[in-house]
């Protein structure tokens, strides 16, 4: 298995609902990333995750909410989010979290707050 | 700190000829340098790197990349680009020796090739 597979690929949620992003990936990979990509912009680093502790948090808003249960699975809860928290959410693994190791991406949580 | 700069957003191009992505890169430590290709509504797919040795490097679908330390670029070329190369290209780079892997992006080239 070579994929990083995120769920769901569509979410519309109102600014006072609460929801998860999943992602998982079962090649072994000690780090794990979540990034924010709005539209016609790079994605942004916004968690990073390495051996299941949280080593990076970009200062990102309380309102994301990362959980690492165990190597395999990466989720992102949201709570009381805003209209311009609306963006594609990508999941990234790397085989160990050094640099040079390339990420594997997932293909994207593409979330809308009305 | 390290910072990527892709100065073509677009690169409009004809099937079958050569194509260059620019990007050129600041850092105040050693990196190492990527290239990733997003295709629409997709994530990110690994395209090539560099992290030592040779220069050049080359991925299985025809693109080359050039490392030149001295003009701090890493410039992606394809002698003859096809419809199917249409998508956005992001290079990359990462820190050597950094305690995690963290990975600053360019702001992205859209390789747009017409028929």
């Known amino acids: 298995d070579t994929e990083v597979t995120q769920t769901p690929k569509h979410l519309v949620m109102g600014m006072t609902n609460k929801k998860s992003l999943k992602c998982e990936q079962h090649m072994g990979h000690r780090a794990m990333y979540w990034y924010k990509q709005k539209a016609k912009k790079p994605p942004e680093l916004m968690f990073v995750y390495s051996y299941e502790k949280l080593s990076i948090n970009e200062s990102v808003p309380s309102r994301f909410s990362p959980e690492c249960p165990n190597s395999s699975l990466l989720n992102l809860h949201l709570h009381a989010l805003q209209p311009e928290d609306s963006a594609l959410y990508l999941c990234?693994?790397?085989?160990?979290?050094?640099?040079?190791?390339?990420?594997?991406f997932g293909s994207g949580t593409r979330l809308t707050v009305v | 700190a390290q910072s990527v700069t892709q100065l073509d957003s677009q690169v409009p191009v004809f099937e079958e000829a050569p194509v260059e992505l620019r990007c050129n890169y600041s850092?105040?430590?050693?990196?190492?340098l990527f290239w990733y290709v997003q295709y629409p509504n997709q994530g990110l797919q690994l395209l090539l790197k560099?992290?030592?040795?040779?220069?050049l490097v080359e991925s299985i679908n025809g693109f080359e990349a050039e490392f030149n330390k001295s003009q701090t670029s890493f410039h992606l070329r394809k002698p003859s680009v096809h419809i199917s190369d249409t998508a956005e290209y992001f290079c990359?780079?990462?820190?050597?020796?950094?305690?995690?892997?963290?990975?600053?992006f360019g702001t992205g080239t859209l390789l747009a090739v017409q028929p």
């Open positions: 990359a780079v990462s820190p050597l020796g950094g305690a995690t892997n963290k990975l600053i």
């Open positions: 850092s105040s430590v050693s990196v190492y």
């Open positions: 990234a693994s790397s085989q160990t979290g050094q640099g040079g190791d390339g990420y594997t």
């Open positions: 560099y992290l030592s040795g040779s220069t």
